[in-house]
């Protein structure tokens, strides 16, 4: 019984260690147009994760179609260079294919998406979570394809005519580039696209 109870105390031990070695904790990078920037190392890899998280002076409901409508997507990072909609089913699913235009002499990437909504009608929250969808598009010549991938936009009504807005997510740029690199940049993405919706959605 002793020895039992002891190998028990053991597992517990190591399923305790082993917790704490692999949570994780947001740090806060910096804040800029309303929009408060953290990132945090992504579990077994050297590249980070990112969220941000933003107020916005609007109704939670015109954010959010904002961000889900796929055929309306100037606002989105200013290296895409094409988006193809493959499907589009509104406030439920979508799928689509992008290219990446990246400065020379970096290769240009692609990535094809899978995207899934969910409407809580209890809270009003509204979840868009995106993830790679492999097979979608052949893979082409002088493209490097982007298979880990996952963004999660979070949308909470706050009150009448404010939105409590969080993107978080984590790309892996696959290739040649360096993490450290990555993780320098990492947060311009989430930054350009949540001032710009911010910008848009307190200017009407």
């Not at 309306?72 to 689509?96: G, P, S």
């Not at 993405?189 to 001032?195: G, I, R, V, Y």
């Amino acid at each position: 019984m002793r020895h039992y109870r002891f190998r028990l105390f053991i597992l517990f031990l190591i399923l305790a260690l082993s917790l704490s070695a692999t949570a994780q904790s947001w740090n806060f990078i910096r804040e800029k147009d309303g929009v408060k920037l953290y990132t945090q190392k992504e579990t077994g890899k050297s590249l980070k994760s990112y969220k941000g998280v933003a107020d916005i002076k609007a109704p939670a409901d015109k954010v959010f179609a904002l961000i889900e409508d796929v055929n309306h997507t100037e606002w989105w990072d200013k290296n895409l260079n094409q988006i193809k909609v493959m499907l589009y089913e509104k406030n439920k699913r979508a799928r689509y294919y992008l290219i990446y235009d990246l400065p020379w002499p970096v290769t240009d990437r692609d990535l094809c998406v899978d995207v899934k909504v969910t409407i809580d009608p209890v809270t009003g929250e509204s979840k868009l979570t995106a993830s790679p969808l492999p097979g979608l598009v052949p893979a082409r010549a002088g493209m490097i394809r982007i298979t880990e991938y996952r963004q999660t936009w979070t949308v909470r009504p706050t009150g009448k005519n404010q939105a409590h807005v969080e993107l978080e997510g984590f790309v892996d740029p696959a290739g040649s580039i360096p993490d450290w690199i990555c993780n320098m940049i990492i947060v311009d993405s989430p930054l350009k696209a949540m001032s710009e919706i911010r910008r848009r959605m307190e200017k009407q």
